[in-house]
């Protein structure tokens, strides 16, 4: 039988990123899953089953895998829980704290997750398309010569991937769109 990590340092750790106010209070009615669109097509995505994980200290299990980041930040689970958890928040309270540790994971996570835009410098021409297009301000032209997405910025939204003169730039398809296409999820 799988045995399961627990580090009760955890919670304090997410307290320090930021954490909501009331993520302790989940007495896990599931009505953050019961809304969530990408708990409808991700595999091992649910928002209650994140939060639950949290307070019981799985910490390896919640910062070393790239559930997490499948979260699209949509919002749709704050105003349903009659805690005041704010899952999304946990949530990205979670991510911060990986971050935190490992900037590269992190930003690999996210690109895996079809979260995040990331450009190729060597195809880039730095024509400035992205940087103009972009309806969030994510991409700019760093001193080196090419563009670079913002991880905080991006909303993975693809304008860029098809402008892009260049075909620089790569985004993988995000739960929400692997299932739209009838495909597996990332
Ligand atoms: S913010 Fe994340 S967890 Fe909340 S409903 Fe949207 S995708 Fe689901
Ligand atoms: S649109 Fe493409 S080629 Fe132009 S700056 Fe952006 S990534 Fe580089
Ligand atoms: S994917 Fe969308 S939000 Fe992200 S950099 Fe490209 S245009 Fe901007």
């Not at 595999?43 to 699209?72: M, N, Y």
């Not at 010569?145 to 939204?157: F, H, L, M, N, W």
Request: aromatic share 4%.
């Amino acid at each position: 039988m799988l045995e399961l990590k627990k580090d009760a340092s955890l919670i304090e750790e997410i307290r320090q990123h930021e954490a909501p106010e009331y993520f302790t209070q989940c007495f896990r009615c599931g009505a953050c899953s019961g809304i969530c669109p990408v708990e409808k097509v991700a595999q091992d995505f649910d928002p209650r089953v994140i939060v639950h994980a949290l307070l019981l200290g799985l910490k390896e299990k919640l910062l070393a895998d790239d559930t997490i980041w499948k979260c699209s930040g949509c919002g749709s689970c704050i105003p349903v829980c009659p805690m005041d958890v704010k899952p999304m928040e946990v949530i990205k309270a979670l991510k911060a704290l990986v971050a935190e540790k490992d900037p590269e994971f992190a930003l690999e996570m996210r690109f895996k997750a079809g979260r995040l835009a990331r450009v190729n410098p060597e195809k880039c021409i730095a024509c400035l398309t992205c940087v103009r297009d972009c309806p969030f301000s994510a991409p700019a032209i760093v001193p080196d010569g090419y563009a670079v997405i913002d991880p905080e910025k991006c909303r993975a939204c693809g304008i860029c991937v098809v402008e892009c003169p260049a075909r620089a730039i790569e985004l993988n398809p995000s739960p929400e769109m692997a299932a739209s296409l009838g495909g597996q999820d990332v």
